[in-house]
């Protein structure tokens, strides 16, 4: 048989009976599905030698901000998706916050339309809720190419909000599939903004929203969530409190960290980066960094996601709290994370858990996040030895910086194939666009 592409001799991650291991395995792609899995090397008509290499299934960022339409000078479609592909990130669910936000059926089908045929990774995305569009989530969430629902609790970047219980508790109850979250008690952080604006310096971030604004804000959604029996996912969670309340509540909560919580920490990140490292909910202390990992590796945590949130230099260089918050973090997600592995903090098999086998699992994603025949080809290989540095040069996101620049990191993407298309071989994009629209349960 002579297949479309082979990966021939790489350490393939495999799942059995819910176990994930590595396994000496060649690799067979027919239309962009893994057609065999074969303990003899295979041929085909193109060939990549993963000796040395660990194949992973496609990476996939559950949380990332493309900012096309409307804020286009920060990142686009397909920058945004480009830099996926560098990083080794083979799908992308994308935010809502956009310019108009994606509210509506056509704001969503505007948005599947321009990533047609611009998108190196496959992609969906998030319809917002608002207090105006209550009644049409349930058929919202419905729409092909959509991953679901997102609220804000606190206000971010954008205009979507949702700060009150009567309608979180609508939404809740409007629809089945897990609402994602951005957790920050609105009435807190409007209570406390003065803290912000008179110490005009990025180190009264996390003191304006502090560890309880989460926490007030998770407790009132979890009640919520069992109230309704709704499930939610709790995105970008940042306190060592919340960690501890959210591990009583698997039965209808899911977690995400970011990789820049799990390797930044206050106060040394505001002093070194400044406004760089402003984002919501904050980078906080180091005790909650480690309250952070000690829920990765008890299985609070349940998946890692890059809130990828770009911004020019420009932008972020204005005055404290002028400068707007986020960072970008899609093209580094798996370069850090593999070097924390490096570090000995976690395994390569829980990194795949986290950004492969249980984004399929929370959001029903099921063609994809594990290497089985039949299922998509989506593969990210990694070098676990390779030492690079990162820096802004390689950045490839409209904003053209990165908060990790200059940091030295062992692990490194080396191909991202999406659909059985190679579109990134050692920090080159080859091809055309090749994503696709993810599809789910
Ligand atoms: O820091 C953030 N930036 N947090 C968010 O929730 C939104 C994001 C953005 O879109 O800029």
């Keep these: 048989m002579n297949y479309d592409l082979v990966i021939n001799n790489g350490q393939v991650i495999v799942s059995k009976k819910g176990q994930l291991f590595s396994q000496n395995l060649h690799i067979g792609v027919t239309n962009g599905k893994i057609a065999s899995l074969s303990s003899s090397p295979l041929s085909g008509q193109l060939t990549i030698d993963a000796r040395h290499l660990h194949v992973l299934p496609g990476v996939i960022d559950s949380q990332v901000h493309f900012r096309e339409p409307g804020l286009t000078h920060k990142e686009d479609l397909e920058t945004g998706t480009r830099a996926a592909a560098l990083g080794g990130v083979t799908s992308i669910f994308e935010m809502p916050n956009t310019k108009p936000p994606t509210t509506t059926r056509e704001a ?16 969906a995305f998030f319809v917002g809720a608002a207090q105006d569009n209550i009644s049409s989530l349930r058929e919202l969430e419905k729409s092909p190419g959509c991953s679901g629902v997102k609220v804000f609790m606190g206000s971010s970047t954008g205009s979507l909000l949702v700060e009150d219980d009567e309608n979180l508790r609508q939404i809740l109850r409007s629809g089945q599939r897990r609402v994602i979250v951005h957790s920050e008690d609105e009435y807190r952080l409007r209570e406390r903004k003065h803290i912000a604006d008179s110490a005009k310096s990025p180190l009264a971030h996390p003191e304006w929203r502090d560890a309880e604004s989460a926490v007030r804000s998770t407790e009132r959604l979890l009640r919520l969530a069992r109230e309704t029996h ?3 996912h709790v995105l970008h969670v940042t306190t060592k409190e919340e960690i501890a309340i959210l591990k009583e509540y698997k039965d209808i909560a899911t977690v995400e960290v970011t990789p820049q919580h799990l ?38 945590v349940d998946i890692i996601g890059s809130d990828h949130a770009p911004h020019t230099i420009e932008e972020k260089t204005k005055e404290y709290p002028q400068s707007p918050s986020g ?38 994603c099921t063609t994809k996040g594990q290497i089985e025949v039949g299922l998509d080809a989506d593969f990210t290989l990694v070098d676990l030895k390779k030492q690079r540095r990162i820096e802004n040069s390689w950045i490839v996101s409209r904003c053209g910086w990165t908060p990790f620049d200059g940091k030295h990191v062992t692990g490194w993407p080396t191909h991202t194939i999406v659909g059985g298309h190679l579109v990134m071989q050692d920090d080159h994009i080859i091809g055309t666009p090749q994503g696709q629209k993810v599809l789910f349960e």
């Design 230 to 232: 709704r499930p939610v």
């Design 263 to 300: 390797t930044l920490f206050a106060p040394d990140c505001y002093e070194t980066l400044g406004t760089l490292a402003q984002m919501n909910p904050p980078i906080r202390s180091k005790d909650h960094m480690e309250g952070l990992w000690k829920g990765l590796l008890d299985g609070t």
């Design 108 to 123: 969503l089908e505007d948005k599947i339309k321009r990533a047609e045929g611009r998108a190196w990774v496959n992609f």
């Design 327 to 364: 960072m970008p973090g899609v093209q580094t997600l798996v370069p850090i994370m593999l070097n924390h592995i490096h570090e000995g903090r976690l395994s390569l098999t829980k990194f795949v858990e986290l950004v492969c086998e249980n984004p399929r699992r929370v959001f029903g």
